[in-house]
């Protein structure tokens, strides 16, 4: 009989420690890496590679109602692409509401996610820290079949273990749930995954406003910022991200233009909103220029 991991879904197996789901008695109810995830908080390697086509071709197969979930840094044209691929009904949920700085306001915050992102579905803000805000989402739960998707380390599993006392493995490591999961009318997906590492932001985020001078650069961990004149700009990060001001060194060229009121988004990690226009050097392509979503709701 097969006998699947109640942690991450993958078929046990007590043959072969070095294929996926071993687990050393096949009595135990987790495989061996997850059972490592849950105690000691250590990854091993042997895990499913995910195939984000092939998650979302299953989804669309489900025939349920389907909740995307996404975190308010992680909101970019890369990850509303999956959104946009899901053909069931469908609503997009912004996931870990507590690490939204307490100035936004989040009714523009939807609604200027909606206008830049051409988004008609509905949008609900939910927390495993905030039970009242998860009413919404109990409602739709309670009368529905339904799939929670989205990109690694949004929080699906964290999710569902919080609406249904269930104990699926969480970590603040990438690609947790190897696969499919099915708990009475709920089912859990594994998070597509993207070529870059996704931050997990572990407290309320506190945006940082600098006034960056012409002759000096920023280094946010790896990346590196430079603007041509002086420039104000506010940066939505985690809090745990390393931010060092440094003195420019001289041969960058500055090839990206923003305007005042835009954000520069860094996937896998937030953005910037600049509030001056702006001409900037960046070290890595791995960047979108959008509308800026916390608007003027945040003042400096
Ligand atoms: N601040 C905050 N953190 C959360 C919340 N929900 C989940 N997390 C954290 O986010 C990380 C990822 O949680 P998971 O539930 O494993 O995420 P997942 O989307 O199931 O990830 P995969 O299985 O890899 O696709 C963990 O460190 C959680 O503690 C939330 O509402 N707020
Ligand atoms: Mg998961």
């Excluded at 840094?73 to 939204?100: H, M, Q």
């Excluded at 920023?218 to 700009?233: N, P, Q, Y």
């Excluded at 953005?271 to 960046?282: E, G, M, P, V």
């Amino acid at each position: 009989m097969i006998k699947k991991c109640l942690g991450c879904g993958i078929v046990l197996q007590d043959k072969d420690v070095n294929s996926l789901g071993y687990t050393p008695k096949i009595e135990n109810d987790l495989c061996q890496r997850c059972f490592k995830l849950k105690h000691y908080g250590e990854k091993i390697d042997i895990e499913k590679k995910q195939n984000n086509n092939t998650i979302i071709n299953k989804i669309n197969k489900e025939k349920a109602i389907v909740l995307y979930l996404i975190d308010f840094l992680n909101i970019n044209k890369e990850t509303v692409a999956f959104f946009k691929e899901i053909n069931s009904f469908k609503y997009f949920i912004i996931t870990k509401s507590d690490i939204i700085p307490r100035n936004i306001k989040l009714e523009k915050l939807i609604a200027n996610i909606k206008r830049e992102y051409l988004i008609e579905e509905e949008i609900i803000l939910c927390s495993i820290y905030d039970a009242k805000n998860n009413n919404k989402l109990k409602n739709i739960i309670e009368s529905n079949k339904v799939i929670f998707c989205g990109i690694t380390n949004m929080g699906k599993s964290s999710l569902i273990n919080k609406l249904t006392n269930s104990d699926i493995t969480i970590s603040n490591k990438e690609n947790t749930t190897q696969e499919f999961i099915k708990i009475k009318n709920i089912i859990d997906t594994p998070g597509f995954i993207c070529d870059y590492k996704i931050m997990v932001p572990k407290s309320k985020i506190l945006p940082k406003t600098y006034q960056l001078k012409s002759k000096y650069y920023l280094k946010i961990d790896d990346l590196v910022i430079g603007a041509e004149s002086d420039t104000l700009m506010t940066l939505y990060f985690a809090n745990e991200t390393k931010i060092n001001k440094r003195k420019k060194i001289d041969n960058y060229k500055y090839l990206i233009k923003i305007n005042k009121n835009q954000d520069l988004v860094i996937k896998g990690m937030g953005f910037i909103k600049f509030s001056t226009d702006a001409l900037i050097y960046l070290n890595s392509d791995n960047y979108e220029i959008r509308n800026s979503i916390v608007g003027d709701s945040y003042e400096n």
